[in-house]
């Protein structure tokens, strides 16, 4: 709750001398336009950066736009469909489903992350605005400006097209620019995947801490967040289910050395709150580390891992989330150049649709909040 209080006065105060300092300079002239709890940036060197590209790889961009028409159309099938089956899996099925959540700092998401959660998001934003901007005007539709924006703590981007142009484009045309943001997303993730494999030992070789019990056995030992746990009196820890059969012959008070990527040690466990027989040494949260084959130790292995990995999370997320045909999403504005080669009908199946994905997102929301 500390954490989670401090962020919040520490947002309220950013966003505060930011409003007082946007009143006090002309901040127009650099392109920035400041509102309470809102910036947004329009940058004419990215706007010529989209037309440089556009017309260097002209013909690589109206090859990607072939391919994003079928990337977006089977995104949007297979969002659907998953949050259906997550359903499926509690009401029927009766297991545990996989998580939905609104990401609110310090609520659903914790602080710790919040860092590599951002990264990913500028670079999922660029990449995603960039591939719209760049085969619109592969299409011939212009881009009028281009930027970024904050609200409140989230990241976001901007290509605005020249909407007449936009408008009177052959459908397929339009469905090119739709698709483009979430299949470059697709496409980027895939890539992070691929580094992902490749840099990195898929075996892992101990436990992260991310989180200790407060006045625990861990914390009062000097063992904080970011340290890695390799071995508990020379039994190697490589797992959760490593930690826990070695803990299972640990009775109270018992010493344990501590073997982490900081030095030794010496730590005492404790009676676990629940049950006096039992041990624990207050380790609350961690994840697996896989060292890099590159040899970077740590803690540099940790933060680009971690980067990576947060990375492809956002980058798939964002690239199956877009596909939904919910309005304002680019899933909607697909489904809308759809629609319209089927007169009534379509009309008809796309305000089913949407309402069909509302519902199924929000459903998957609660479950996961519950």
Known sequence: MNETLNFAFFLLTFWLVVYILSRKLSLSRYGLDIRPFFIKWESKKFRDLLYRCSSRWGRAWRAFSWVSMFIG???MALALAFLLWNIVRVVIVHEASSSVALVIPGVTLRLYWLPYFLVAVVITIFIHEAAHGAVALSESISVKSAGALLL????????ELDERELNVAPPKAKIKVFSAGSASNLLAGLIVFLLLSGLFIQIPSG???LETLEEGPLQRAGIRTWDIIYALNNHEIHTLQDLGDFMSSVKPGEEIVVRTGRGDFVVTAAPSPGCGQRAIIGLVSSIPYYPSRLGLGYPLD????LTLNWLFIVLVSVAALNMLPIPY???????QCLAERASRVGAAVKKLLNALSIFLLLVNIVMSSV
């Open 73 to 75: 159309v089977g995104l």
């Open 152 to 159: 409140a703590t989230f990241f976001g981007g901007f290509v």
């Open 302 to 305: 940790v933060h680009l891992y």
């Open 329 to 335: 999403l680019d899933g909607d504005r697909l489904l």
């Open 207 to 209: 436990l992260i801490v």
